[in-house]
């Protein structure tokens, strides 16, 4: 079977991780792929933040755990490296766009045997005064749209 429709068929959500750190080279191959996601009118306007500060982690699983109503779950599992996409919301297709983004991330991290999850509630993360802080700490304007967290 080709690699590609295998990578396709057998990716899982993993809610489940190490607390070591992703390798620094097996990170840049997964954001060089989310780089590659197709985009409308190739604007690529989506953009990645690679988060492995532990600090920043746990106030950003904070802020998605209240939107969620949960205040005492963590969102991201454990993870220790979060990628947030995030996309130009003034662009007719930012959510389409960043939505390939993540996908090609969790394709790409499976494919070098890293687990991965879709984690839900970015957009409202940062449509909040706290997210739009972030925004400003990662020097991105406030038009950008939270997509999701892997």
């Not at 190739?42 to 690679?50: N, P, R």
């Amino acid at each position: 079977m080709n690699e590609t429709l295998k990578i396709l068929r057998e990716r899982r959500s993993i809610r489940k991780y190490q607390s070591r750190q992703i390798e620094e080279e097996a990170l840049k191959e997964i954001l060089d792929a989310g780089t590659w996601a197709a985009t409308a009118k190739g604007i690529q306007s989506a953009v990645m933040v690679a988060v492995q500060d532990s600090q920043t982690i746990a106030h950003m699983s904070r802020l998605n755990a209240e939107v969620w109503g949960k205040p005492s779950v963590d969102p991201f599992y454990g993870a220790p490296t979060v990628v947030v996409v995030l996309a130009d919301g003034r662009e007719n297709n930012w959510l389409q766009d960043g939505s390939l983004v993540m996908g090609n991330l969790m394709n790409a991290a499976w494919s070098l045997g890293i687990g991965s999850c879709w984690i839900n509630r970015a957009m409202e993360v940062f449509d909040r005064a706290e997210g739009k802080e972030l925004l400003k700490v990662w020097g991105l304007p406030e038009y950008y749209r939270g997509v999701g967290n892997c």
